[in-house]
């Protein structure tokens, strides 16, 4: 199983990112995703999470209105698009399998 995160960098406040999470090594249709996030001396949390049609979503209440979780299954691909971005949203973002299987993470720094 592979999870390889992309799309993280450094973007002011306000501004907007798309992450992306190519996933391989398993039937990626058949499965929930999930993203999530660590920042600094904090403790990982739920960030947005997809159910495998991509029928049902759920977030955050920190991101809710502002971040869209999506998928592709044709490309087994997860996305997060991230608008109007805030300083604490900064943190490394995970891509998620719900049964264990995390990428490597992605950073994202929000910074004027």
């Known amino acids: 199983v592979q999870l390889v995160e992309s799309g993280g960098g450094l973007v002011q406040p306000g501004g907007s990112l798309r992450l992306s999470c190519a996933a391989s090594?398993?039937?990626?249709?058949?499965?929930?995703m999930s993203w999530y996030r660590q920042a600094p001396g904090k403790e990982r949390e739920l960030v947005a999470a997809?159910?495998?049609?991509?029928?049902?979503?759920n977030y955050a209440d920190s991101v809710k209105g502002r971040f869209t979780i999506s998928r592709d299954n044709a490309k087994n691909t997860v996305y997060l698009q991230m608008n109007i971005l805030k300083p604490e949203d900064t943190a490394v973002y995970y891509c998620?399998?719900?049964?264990?299987?995390w990428g490597q993470g992605t950073q994202v720094t929000v910074s004027s």
């Open positions: 090594g398993f039937t990626f249709k058949r499965y929930a």
């Open positions: 998620c399998r719900p049964v264990g299987d």
């Open positions: 997809i159910t495998s049609t991509g029928g049902s979503t």
